[in-house]
């Protein structure tokens, strides 16, 4: 079992519509949890970063995570076709390295 | 802004080739990080650093080395190039305290011929 679980896809919604991109993970010790955007060719752009439980806000875009179900969530508030792009989750622990585990990324494509 | 730089896009080398690719970033982080990405494998860890002169494997180091002589530059070198380590190739770097988060170079698109 990979630590982090994330569904590929693709996922394609209409313009306008809620997204909602999931990933689950199975090693407790993690404690920071990060979602990433990826355009074609390009390297993953830091969306969002969040500490334990609890959910973050950043303009469109929401990050859940539910340490007790071991669940973490972003949410898109009114998709534009610019949201087209692979969604990386990522977790780590404490500790100096820093180290990330990452889903294998979603594929999302927002249609006009 | 954070700004990692990637030495090539795309590059071609032939199979046997010992093949350097460099890394280099501004902020001053302490820790760094090689990746490859392939289709349906997600991001997988070669090596990373968290100081100069240091490194440690990451999850598939098997042909691979790194050299980090200097705090701001990460090097990949291929010892002897082969077609299965065709892939794209990610830098990344971050700050030594726990809570900070990587960021990325825009990748080096790597074809071993």
């Known amino acids: 079992q990979k630590e982090v679980e994330q569904d590929p896809g693709p996922l394609s919604v209409p313009e306008g519509a809620i997204v909602s991109l999931n990933c689950t993970y199975s090693n407790s010790a993690f404690q920071y949890f990060m979602w990433y955007r990826q355009y074609s060719r390009k390297g993953p752009e830091l969306l969002m970063y969040?500490?334990?439980?609890g959910n973050k806000e950043d303009g469109r875009f929401t990050a859940q995570v539910d340490k007790s179900s071991k669940y973490i969530s972003l949410f898109i508030r009114d998709s534009q076709p610019s949201d087209s792009a692979t969604y990386l989750c990522g977790a780590h622990g404490s500790g100096n390295t820093g180290k990330l585990i990452f889903g294998q990324g979603t594929t999302l494509q927002v249609k006009p | 802004d954070v700004k990692v730089t990637q030495s090539s896009r795309y590059l071609v080398k032939r199979t046997g080739e010992k093949v350097f690719l460099e890394c280099v970033q501004d902020m001053d982080h302490e820790n760094m990080f090689w990746y490859r990405q392939d289709p349906g494998l997600g991001l997988r860890l070669i090596y990373f650093?968290?100081?100069?002169?240091?490194?440690e494997k990451g999850d598939i180091p098997e042909g691979y080395s790194v050299s980090r002589e200097k705090k701001e530059r990460f090097s990949l070198i291929l010892e002897s190039a082969s077609t299965n380590q065709t892939s794209m190739y990610l830098c990344?770097?971050?700050?030594?305290?726990?809570?900070?988060?990587?960021?990325f170079g825009d990748g080096t698109r790597l074809s071993i011929l």
């Open positions: 969040t500490y334990s439980s």
């Open positions: 990344a770097s971050s700050l030594g305290r726990s809570n900070q988060p990587q960021h």
């Open positions: 650093s968290y100081d100069v002169k240091m490194k």
